[in-house]
T-cell receptor, first 116, second 114 residues
């Protein structure tokens, strides 16, 4: 069964500190992995996308890593800001047959709170 | 482009009533997704259209839920009859190229069934 597990479920950090969010998956056949940021009351917004051959991708202060062998990904946030407070969702795409395209598998997200 | 537009933003209805949620995808996108989000279950894909054709509706919870996409610029998600357990935020998203590409989400419709 395809699953995506995220940890921790929630996290509180001080402004300026770094943090790392984890995503472990059992999705096959793997297509890509995305990290989304969801602010309260808004829809998710894509931060990064990684395919099988990529192991690091950065978007400003956000750096995602992917280990396709161990099926693990992390999202590292550097020098956190109050605006980083949000839910971060890991989404892993599996390739389906040619008629159905892709199957999307969602983690339940990590809720991050950055405090002054 | 204004992005994906959903309406209404909030809906409160009584159990047993019909609810229709609406979505206008980003112009030029050929894939449209309906999602449901709750605290307990997170984001769940309900149905996925490609070129206005339903490709995967395995996430639609039961026959009370139906979705249509009559043209490339409009889709509806209907719940009839609604039940309190349907209370959630429903998101519509669109992309160019299917489920493997970046999806752009609307602001969501918060549905409360009392």
């Amino acid at each position: 069964k395809n699953q995506v597990e995220q940890s921790p479920q929630s996290l509180i950090i001080l402004e300026g500190k770094n943090c790392t969010l984890q995503c472990n998956y059992t999705v096959s056949p793997f297509s890509n992995l995305r990290w989304y940021k969801q602010d309260t009351g808004r829809g998710p917004v894509s931060l990064t996308i990684m395919t099988f051959s990529e192991n690091t991708k950065s978007n400003g202060r956000y750096t995602a890593t992917l280990d396709a062998d161990t099926k693990q990904s992390s999202l590292h946030i550097t020098a956190s800001q109050l605006s980083d407070s949000a839910s971060y969702i890991c989404v892993v795409s599996a390739i389906m047959n040619s008629n159905s395209g892709y199957a999307l598998n969602f983690g339940k997200g990590t809720s991050l709170l950055v405090t002054p | 482009d204004a992005g994906v537009i959903q309406s209404p933003r909030h809906e409160v209805t009584e159990m047993g009533q019909e609810v229709t949620l609406r979505c206008k995808p980003i112009s030029g996108h050929n894939s449209l997704f309906w999602y449901r989000q709750t605290m307990m279950r997170g984001l769940e894909l309900l149905i996925y259209f490609n070129n206005n054709v339903p490709i995967d509706d395995s996430g639609m919870p039961e026959d009370r839920f139906s979705a249509k996409m009559p043209n490339a610029s409009f889709s509806t998600l209907k719940i009839q009859p609604s039940e309190p357990r349907d209370s959630a935020v429903y998101f519509c998203a669109s992309s160019f190229g299917g489920g493997g590409t970046e999806a752009f989400f609307g602001q969501g419709t918060r549905l409360t069934v009392v």
